[in-house]
């Protein structure tokens, strides 16, 4: 972001559609000396990999962060080509190869870091500056563990998170903004207004619902004019297990059985048939967006040209339609009460009616479904003239806003998406942080048990509604059934002074604004005071793991995308990296300009020079360094080859002149930036 407007990166050469997005695949490879990791791909070369069946390529990565084996959808383990093992403390893992005959695991972790990674890369090369923070858009229902996983992910690759910000409430940052820009032309003097706004984020993943205030500020002193804007993030909710992958089983369901009542052929059955029944699925659910009827042809010569596998001539080959209406009365249950919940708690949180919301913003790929925007419209009392769509980066806008906030912008902190509380040894629970509440915050609460020797309490975190029973410790109340996420454990010690039948111990929570978990329980029986800090659960990677994972990835070198479209492996850090040293043989100078330019030609296709080089001169470096090797090809294996040493000197004298400015040229630029930093 630089002069208060936010311009994106294009982060896919090879997408010119959507190439401010990068594809979350990560194909791995197997190590050509059987330790480390091998080479990785990222983006649309993974996709083509998963496409094929790939076996070591992962997509859905934020299905897994933060994750145990045990709470992964049985439907997303069948569907991945990948393996996903149990690891520590039944922490989700996932096989890598390790060689041509064996495999390794590598964490979720990991593999997010390589998409921050080759997103940091691609960003400094785009820029020019070197990349070491990040904000982090994520669902309003990731819980404390997830987060975490997230953290650590960016701690692999290298960055620092300045911020995590829920997807949908970045949206809100957006359109604040925009909205700050439409009045700037007709604000006289000084004006301000608020707007109650709704924002639902529906992707291929998850369902976020966001209310927030916007508060808008213009002012105009004569020619002079400032804007700015305020947002209240006040209630956030979701569902994790809706969204875009959610509808496409639901037709992949419909079709499959369709498929078997077709035919005998075991093909239909076959893995390479269900990858490619769920691609044309997909690819319906989106004509379905725009058409009224959509058609499902998997031919044998298609699956045998497409597929991983060879299948043999005779396979069946499958036919099939389906209406709009049809689509939706598939995806009826998702579409109605799952979508429409969210969007009701968070108007009781925030305690606003309906006709009091002023905008409804749409976004994620999964708006574009008509039957959706329907259900929402007649939601909000038929109002379609509040709801806006949104395109697809304003996320990504939001972001970069949130992290330049100041006098002028400002997003409030965001209150704690899910409920916290405790569980007592006999099932006995108590809600002591609701959900939407204000951070920071300190709860307090009374509990009441049965003398004990030992007194144990689990820390729990879940999707609470906060209008339900939350106070009543004396029974497994409904109301905290969705505490399920267990973070960790308080003990209490068992030596007490006095007999009581009764103890009354005095539970507090407290968060702070940088989402900091402080726990402390009093027993009045005996006076003493436990208190703890609760990170995230066991599955979170230890510090020693930390610095494993760091050191495995530097392993593996950095990749970006040549415009061929092939790998090109890059050191750990841009810093870092410079032309090898070579052999300047005078005595036959086209052998010395090939080498030169050779290993000059990745480094400035990838920025992996010395130091990060602007973008001007890393342009006019590169259009050197193509012209010296087209007339090497032209002139280096021609008759009168050893007639032109003194155009082969002069090539490479401008090459290395050209470097070693642009390299000083940006350092400089640097060392300037760091002592004015230290000013």
Not at 236 to 263: C, M, N, P, W, Y
Not at 452 to 465: H, K, P, T, W
């Amino acid at each position: 972001m630089e002069n208060e407007s936010v311009a994106l990166i294009p982060l896919e050469l090879d997408d010119p559609v959507d190439c401010f997005s990068l594809a979350s695949c990560v194909t791995m490879e197997a190590p050509l000396s059987g330790a480390g990791f091998g080479g990785w791909e990222v983006g649309q070369q993974a996709v083509k990999r998963a496409k094929a069946g790939h076996p070591y390529t992962v997509y859905d990565v934020t299905e897994l962060l933060g994750k145990k084996v045990d709470a992964l959808s049985p439907r997303n383990l069948a569907r991945w080509a990948f393996t996903v093992r149990s690891g520590v403390a039944d922490k989700a893992v996932i096989e890598r190869p390790a060689d041509s005959s064996s495999t390794r695991l590598v964490y979720p972790e990991q593999i997010a870091a390589m998409l921050l990674s080759t997103i940091k890369q691609r960003a400094q090369i785009f820029t020019g500056k070197c990349v070491t923070g990040a904000v982090v858009c994520v669902p309003a229902t990731f819980n404390r563990t997830q987060r975490q996983a997230l953290h650590d992910a960016c701690s692999i690759a290298g960055l620092k998170v300045e911020r995590l910000v829920v997807s949908s409430s970045a949206s809100v940052m957006a359109y604040a903004d925009s909205l700050a820009i439409a009045s700037d032309s007709s604000a006289n003097g000084t004006s301000i207004s608020e707007k109650a706004v709704v924002v639902v984020d529906c992707g291929g993943g998850s369902l976020d619902v966001t209310l927030a205030r916007v508060r808008s500020t213009i002012s105009v002193q004569g020619d002079m004019s400032s804007r700015g804007f305020e947002v209240q993030v006040e209630a956030s909710a979701g569902d994790l297990e809706i969204g875009g992958e959610r509808l496409t089983d639901r037709l992949v369901d419909h079709f499959d059985r369709e498929a078997k009542a077709q035919g005998t052929s075991p093909a239909v059955t076959s893995p390479t048939f269900t990858r490619q029944l769920r691609r044309a699925c997909a690819l319906a659910k989106k004509i379905l967006s725009t058409s009224q009827t959509a058609t499902i042809d998997l031919s044998p010569d298609q699956r045998r040209r497409v597929g991983h596998t060879m299948t043999p001539n005779n396979s069946l080959g499958f036919t099939s339609s389906i209406s709009r209406s049809g689509f939706e009365n598939l995806c009826k249950s998702e579409l109605c009460s799952r979508v429409l919940d969210p969007l009701e708690q968070v108007l009781r949180t925030a305690s606003v009616k309906k006709a009091d919301v002023d905008a409804i913003l749409l976004t994620g790929g999964s708006m574009q479904v008509p039957k959706l925007r329907a259900l929402i419209a007649e939601f909000f009392a038929g109002q379609s003239d509040r709801m806006i769509q949104l395109p697809g980066h304003t996320a990504a806008i939001g972001a970069a806003l949130a992290d330049a906030q100041g006098g002028r912008y400002l997003l409030l902190h965001e209150p704690t998406p899910l409920a916290l509380g405790i569980r007592s040894s006999s099932g006995d629970t108590l809600t002591l942080v609701p959900p939407s509440t204000s951070v920071p915050t300190r709860q307090t609460r009374v509990y009441y048990a049965s003398c004990q020797g030992e007194i144990a309490f689990d820390v729990l975190e879940g999707g609470l509604d906060s209008q339900q029973p939350t106070t009543s410790p004396s029974s497994n109340s409904s109301g905290t059934k969705d505490l399920a996420h267990c973070l960790g454990r308080v003990r209490l010690d068992g030596s007490r002074s006095s007999t009581h039948l009764i103890l009354k111990l005095e539970v507090i929570f407290e968060l702070d604004v940088a989402d900091h978990l402080g726990i402390s329980v009093t027993d009045h029986g005996s006076g003493r005071t436990t208190t703890m800090q609760v990170p995230a659960d066991e599955t979170c990677l230890s510090a020693e793991a930390l610095v494993l994972a760091k050191a495995q990835l530097g392993q593996t070198g950095e990749t970006d995308s040549n415009p061929n479209g092939s790998q090109t492996p890059l050191s750990p850090s841009p810093l870092n990296a410079s032309p090898p040293n070579l052999d300047t043989n005078e005595e036959n100078p086209l052998q010395t300009l090939r080498a030169y330019a050779t290993a000059l030609q990745p480094m400035v296709q990838t920025n992996c020079l010395s130091v990060c080089a602007s973008p001007g001169d890393l342009l006019e470096l590169r259009s050197r360094v193509e012209r010296a090797i087209a007339w090497l090809d032209e002139h280096e294996f021609l008759p009168d080859a050893d007639q032109k040493p003194h155009e082969a000197h002069e090539h490479l004298r401008q090459l290395r002149l050209l470097q070693l400015s642009s390299v000083a040229s940006s350092a400089f630029t640097q060392l300037r930036q760091h002592l004015d930093q230290a000013d």
